[in-house]
Structure formats: structure tokens, C-alpha cells
Nanobody, 121 residues
Framework: QVQLMESGGDSVEAGGSLRLSCAAS????????MAWFRQSPGKEREKVAT???????TYIDSVKGRFTIDHGKPKSNVFLQMNGLKPEDAAVYYC???????????????WGRGTQVTVSS
């Protein structure tokens, strides 16, 4: 049974940084694609960043230059380094994985339960 476990969410002031972690367990092999999504109250869940098994990454425009997604060791662990946080970044952040889709067309099969990020102005 595949499980994704996020950690690292916290409350920070605008301009601050956080590093989110996601640990995958029970995966039969290295996940083809892992991603971070986020959802804030009243808004749809949006895909923030993806990373393919070969290291190729994608980001939504609003986080480019501020957020970095990268693999840990093993590659079933992923991180999201968030710098220059803004109040609009506040959301529940979810880790997700897919065995066969990535980037803009990624359709997750597995989801974590989320970790809360709060950004005060």
C-alpha cells in the first residue's frame, strides 16, 4: 500500500522560508512523477510543482524563482523549498505521485494528507 507523508508545514511571516518534505512508502519502484499541490479555502486545488524521475521539473508561474522541488535519497522522497513566501502562498500543501503522467498533464494516483502553510503579512 502506497502512502505519502508530508511534513514541514508551519506559520511564517511574509518573506520567510519553509522546506516541505514528502516521504513515500510502499511504492514498488521509484515513482515516475511526484508533485506538490496546494489548496486554500474557497479555491480549487492547484498543481504547484512536479518532478519527474529523471529530475525534470515544472512550476506554476506564481512560484517560479521562489520555490524549488527536488528529490531526496531515495528518490521516493521529495522536497519543496519555498523562499520569499507571500500571504497568497498560504494553503494546505499536498504531496502526490503518478506512475505514468507528469508535468502539465500529471494526474496523480496517490495523495498525502497535506501539511498546513500559513503566511502572515
Amino acid at each position: 500500500q502506497v502512502q505519502l507523508m508530508e511534513s514541514g508545514g508551519d506559520s511564517v511571516e511574509a518573506g520567510g522560508s519553509l522546506r516541505l518534505s514528502c516521504a513515500a512508502s510502499g511504492y514498488p519502484s521509484i515513482p515516475y512523477c511526484m508533485a506538490w499541490f496546494r489548496q486554500s479555502p474557497g479555491k480549487e486545488r492547484e498543481k504547484v510543482a512536479t518532478i519527474r524521475v529523471d529530475g525534470r521539473t515544472t512550476y506554476i508561474d506564481s512560484v517560479k524563482g521562489r520555490f524549488t522541488i527536488d528529490h531526496g535519497k531515495p528518490k521516493s522522497n521529495v522536497f519543496l523549498q519555498m523562499n520569499g513566501l507571500k500571504p497568497e502562498d498560504a494553503a494546505v500543501y499536498y504531496c502526490a505521485a503518478s506512475p505514468n503522467t507528469c508535468g502539465l498533464s500529471m494526474s496523480p494516483i496517490y495523495w498525502g494528507r497535506g501539511t498546513q502553510v500559513t503566511v502572515s503579512s
